[in-house]
């Protein structure tokens, strides 16, 4: 999670739980894409438990967004050298964009055995 400069391996540790495909929004927007959903509470507990400090960890955050989105311009640039798709950004900050076609902002959490 970008937010709290937490990487892969961090993750794993972490609760989580897998999005079921389906519309989840007022538009019926179709979701296909599964999603991997963190608890933010336990994410942001972690993040501070390995940085020491809400501060430390921002800093951290804030270091690691350029090298990613220059990353991410490297690829692009290869990818339009072979095959001239374009990929997306990645997002910065939080994901909630206030409108009804998010499908992550109606997703429900329900028990299931």
Avoid: I, W
């Avoid at 990613?68 to 050298?81: A, F, G, H, M």
């Avoid at 001239?84 to 055995?113: I, L, Y």
């Amino acid at each position: 999670m970008r937010k709290f400069a937490l990487g892969s391996n961090d993750l794993k540790a972490l609760p989580s739980m897998r999005s079921v495909p389906g519309r989840y929004s007022p538009r019926g927007t179709k979701c296909r894409a599964l999603h991997v959903l963190f608890d933010r509470v336990a994410a942001r507990q972690a993040g501070l438990t390995l940085y020491g400090s809400v501060r430390q960890m921002e800093q951290h955050a804030a270091k690691l967004m350029p090298k990613k989105l220059e990353q991410c311009e490297s690829q692009r640039l290869l990818r339009r050298q072979r095959d001239a798709t374009v990929s997306r950004q990645p997002r910065c900050g939080d994901e909630f964009d206030g409108h009804s076609s998010n499908p992550k902002r109606f997703m429900g959490v329900v028990r299931a055995p």
